[in-house]
């Protein structure tokens, strides 16, 4: 951009901006769109055309199309307001816990049974409903800041961007996958070792509720590895390289360990042969999958630094946690005192080598 081009903008107290500025010379014979997004690169290209169309832009006070060339030096005039993005999504005062934020963005620490935003069957008590309340000005925003999501009993971090510059970076880093999702989550099945797993995914076939492998979906890549081994379960660590609906569900569902507790693809419920009776309760009881998005990782919108958050394991997969390790170190039938065995055990175990068959 060159020395003498003069930048004026006007910042009214409803926060109306008007950029005044001169086209760049060297953009000269390119469409206008096109040249927007290069001068603003804060707003994105969809965000632009729409100003445009809506007579926002103006060139030597005349309103433009999208596709008109520029010539070079013509006076721009860009009038910027907060847009009201969000329909019939009410404000409401629910408790968020903030784990960080600044001008650019909040990272929340979703709990268990939170809807991230409204749909069908959910139209308030939402993360978004949440967000609203916190900061009104996220009505401005798309979503209201929400880039990416968890499952309603997926616990765990999640970033929201609180501006239109906040939300292009987020939304490009999300695209370019260098965001860094880290779960851990309990499956069934006891895991020799990690892997990929590379299937792509789309909606089910019959239940749209549901996600399914689609051979012709979207790619999806999950990376796993083992952090622990129990009876008949396995604690993993889950670094997701996209971000599909249910992901780490389907996937883990697939290769024939779902989540402990996933009401949707998990199957009937399964006990390890041996288990403690607290281990049968707790297992019975948890009906929730057993997922939690532990680490985030990003580059944060305006100052490039790289920052990362970590978040601890809820209380009840901490006390799953806890049953799973106890039932492991609990003496096995091999190990029984003798005082503790009794003739009534000994006739169970080899009752029909001693009974007499004529």
Not at 283 to 297: T, V, Y
Not at 305 to 329: G, N
Request: charged share 25%.
């Amino acid at each position: 951009m060159s020395d003498d081009i003069s930048q004026v903008t006007e910042h009214t107290a409803t926060e109306h901006q008007v950029i005044r500025q001169n086209i760049p010379i060297e953009y000269a014979t390119q469409r206008l769109d096109s040249v927007l997004v290069k001068m603003f690169p804060d707003y994105s290209r969809s965000r632009l055309q729409q100003w445009i169309k809506a007579g926002k832009v103006l060139l030597d006070g005349q309103m433009p199309r999208p596709r008109d060339k520029v010539i070079g030096e013509e006076m721009l005039e860009l009038h910027i307001e907060p847009e009201v993005c969000v329909d019939e999504v009410q404000a409401e005062d629910i408790p968020l816990d903030i784990v960080y934020e600044d001008q650019d963005i909040l990272v929340i620490n979703k709990p268990v049974g939170l809807v991230v935003h409204p749909a069908a069957g959910h139209s308030g008590g939402t993360l978004q409903n949440a967000l609203l309340h916190f900061d009104p000005r996220l009505e401005s925003v798309p979503r209201s800041g929400i880039v990416h999501r968890l499952d309603k009993d997926t616990s765990g971090l999640l970033v929201v961007a609180r501006n239109l510059k906040a939300h292009k970076s987020l939304v490009a880093q999300l695209q370019a996958r260098t965001v860094k999702r880290e779960y851990q989550a309990v499956v069934l099945g006891v895991l020799t070792s990690g892997n990929t797993i590379d299937m792509p995914m789309g909606r089910h076939g019959r239940d749209r509720k549901k996600m399914a492998i689609k051979p012709e979906g979207k790619p999806a890549i999950t990376h796993f590895r083992v952090l622990e081994r129990f009876r008949g379960h396995t604690l993993i660590q889950v670094n997701l390289e996209t971000g599909r609906t249910h992901q780490i569900r389907v996937h883990m569902a697939y290769v024939r360990h779902p989540l402990v507790g996933d009401q949707t693809y998990g199957g009937r419920l399964q006990l390890p042969a041996g288990c403690s009776d607290e281990l049968k309760q707790m297992l019975r009881s948890f009906n929730r999958q057993a997922l939690h998005a532990k680490k985030l990782g990003l580059i944060h919108p305006s100052t490039g630094k790289s920052m990362e958050w970590r978040s601890p394991l809820p209380e009840d997969m901490r006390d799953l946690l806890d049953v799973l390790q106890a039932d492991i170190t609990r003496p096995s039938a091999d190990d029984v005192d003798d005082d503790d065995y009794s003739f009534d055990d000994f006739l169970a175990e080899f009752g029909d080598e001693f009974t007499h068959k004529p």
